[in-house]
């Protein structure tokens, strides 16, 4: 399942417009590439890119305060990467 991040007006970069919270998609691509997240004890948010017949990649990672809802398959801890 694809990964949808609802990011925090504030994690906007300084030449963005700040109007309202900025969405992020990490899309899978069938049959290749899946995407997971899992979440940090600190409360950060790391997206995972799942291959097949590959290791998992950090694909992406969001501080604390930088993300306000993920939804998407989750990467229970504990598990390899």
């Given at each position: 399942m694809?990964?949808?991040i609802k990011l925090a007006s504030e994690a906007r970069s300084?030449?963005?417009?700040?109007?309202?919270?900025?969405?992020v998609q990490?899309?899978?691509?069938?049959?290749t590439t899946t995407y997971e997240y899992d979440v940090h004890p600190s409360g950060a948010l790391r997206i995972?890119?799942?291959?097949?017949?590959?290791?998992?990649?950090?694909?992406?990672?969001f501080g604390v305060?930088?993300?306000?809802q993920v939804t998407g398959t989750y990467r229970?801890?504990?598990s390899e990467y």
């Open positions: 694809s990964v949808y300084p030449g963005e417009p700040s109007s309202g919270p900025l969405d990490y899309e899978d691509k069938p049959v995972l890119r799942v291959s097949e017949n590959g290791p998992h990649v950090v694909e992406g990672f305060g930088a993300w306000l229970r801890s504990g």
